[in-house]
């Protein structure tokens, strides 16, 4: 069982930047940055391989943030800058055991979740 605990989340206005974080208690072949919004399906936003470092971003926020992983201290980080208003949503955390995709549906541990909210 892997426990992860988002922080770093809050409000901001357009154009601004947020580093989200999450600490986990056991060590997964991969980890990812998710988010939702109400009445929508979960996106995956960011992906990073704990062995190699390789990552994968969804298209509409490469360029933009940046997922990168401590593994001394075994906390995810997503940088976030030019943030927009359509990047509003609940952020989560997760890991998968056994494979490196923006797949929600692969991935087995999730985080709690931290609000995100970007005005104009």
């Known amino acids: 069982q892997v426990h992860l605990v988002e922080s770093g989340g809050g409000s901001v206005q357009a154009g601004g930047s947020l580093r989200l974080s999450c600490a986990a208690s056991?060590?997964?072949?991969?980890m990812g940055w998710f988010r939702q919004v109400p009445g929508k399906e979960r996106e995956g936003v960011a992906r990073i391989g704990r062995i190699d470092g390789s990552t994968g971003y969804a298209d509409s926020v490469k360029g933009r943030f940046t997922i990168s992983l401590d593994n001394a201290r075994n906390t995810l980080y997503l940088q976030m800058n030019s943030l927009k208003p359509e990047d509003t949503a609940m952020y989560y955390c997760?890991?998968?055991?056994?494979?490196?995709?923006?797949?929600?549906?692969?991935?087995?541990?999730w985080g709690q979740g931290t609000q995100v909210t970007v005005s104009s």
């Open positions: 997760a890991a998968d055991p056994h494979r490196c995709s923006l797949n929600a549906a692969n991935f087995q541990y």
């Open positions: 056991g060590y997964t072949y991969c």
